[in-house]
């Protein structure tokens, strides 16, 4: 009988001490101040946007805290009218390079068949001047040049060679040399 009543009063305990909570609170992500402190958590800890300032007509170069080296060359620019620029041009730019990064910035880390993303960063350049969004002229032969310091960047245990550009549709062409550990495009 005693073999019997242990085993039994242990479910009822068991089963005893389980209770639903009906506190009434609703335990909805969407709805608690949880929510609130992850997304302050995520925008107080994504990467902003560096600014520089550059002379549209004599181009420039410039380095941003990540390491990336941008050179914009005389004349690059153009308006959306297509009218060439002249004069200070505002530049803004974003380099998302590390896993971290992507995760605070909001960047997916999967491809759509859900397996893990290699990703060698991304880089958002704007370019303004008065406040209206520049182009590139590209019918120049001398383009912009990006500078990525990636170092010792390997993908299915091989060195990285040459690292995909993507115009956020598809891969693009471009001109890429190594050089030690950065990766240059053109």
Do not use: Y
Not at 72 to 99: C, M, Q, R
Not at 149 to 159: E, F, H, L, T
């Amino acid at each position: 009988m005693k073999k019997i009543l242990f085993p039994l009063a242990g479910v009822l305990l068991f089963a005893a001490s389980c209770k639903k909570n009906d506190s009434g609170s609703n335990n909805n992500f969407s709805n608690t101040k949880d929510a609130e402190k992850i997304t302050r958590f995520f925008s107080d800890n994504a990467r902003s946007k560096e600014s520089f300032t550059i002379d549209a007509g004599s181009g420039g170069n410039i380095t941003t805290s990540k390491g990336t080296k941008i050179s914009f060359p005389a004349d690059v620019f153009k308006t959306a009218a297509g009218d060439a620029v002249a004069g200070s041009v505002n530049i803004k730019v974003l380099d998302v390079l590390e896993p971290r990064d992507m995760i605070l910035n909001g960047k997916p880390t999967i491809t759509v068949e859900g397996e893990q993303l290699i990703s060698f960063g991304e880089i958002v350049v704007n370019a303004e001047q008065g406040g209206n969004p520049l182009r590139l002229n590209n019918d120049r032969n001398e383009q912009v040049r990006v500078v990525f310091p990636i170092g010792g960047v390997q993908a299915g245990g091989q060195d990285v060679k040459e690292v995909p550009l993507w115009n956020g549709i598809e891969a693009e062409e471009s001109n890429q040399d190594v050089s030690g550990h950065n990766h240059v495009s053109l």
